[in-house]
């Protein structure tokens, strides 16, 4: 859990910035189940190079809407990919934990695999290829 909080503190703490590519595609995320409009929505996508470690390389934020939330990650080059999200309930820019070290506030992944204990790229990549795309994300 300790790399989960790292992961979305160094996120948060390192800028917003998307990188421009000429030729990329573009990458709808579906926030398919926000359940209040209370905090932020934040998100970033990710390489394998940065995944948990900081950072990614396209970030996300903006304040929650309950219910279905839609945006773009913009002029991605195709590769190997993964989204995280973060409902920052309290707008302090990391994740919120209980006293038994589970998260106290709503995430997700692309591929949608929430078992326990820390992400793996593996359980969250997906491949970007020729063309837009679309994924979609529950917390």
């Known amino acids: 859990m300790k790399s989960l909080v790292l992961f979305f503190m160094m996120t948060v703490a390192l800028g917003w910035a998307q990188e421009e590519s000429p030729k990329g595609i573009t990458l709808t995320i579906t926030l398919e189940n926000v359940l209040n409009d209370q905090g932020d929505i934040l998100a970033a996508l ?25 945006f773009t990650f913009k002029n991605v080059t195709p590769g190997t990919y993964g989204v995280s999200v973060l409902h920052d309930l ?33 359980g969250v990549s997906f491949e970007v290829g020729g063309g837009n795309q679309d994924i979609a994300i529950r917390f």
């Open 46 to 70: 990710h390489t394998q190079d940065t995944f948990m470690k900081g950072p990614g390389i396209a970030n996300y934020k903006a304040e929650a809407q309950k219910g279905q939330m839609t």
């Open 90 to 122: 309290n707008r302090n820019m990391r994740m919120d934990y209980q006293t038994n070290g589970m998260p106290s506030e709503p995430y997700g992944m692309s591929g949608n695999d929430m078992s326990m204990g820390p992400p793996s790229f593996n």
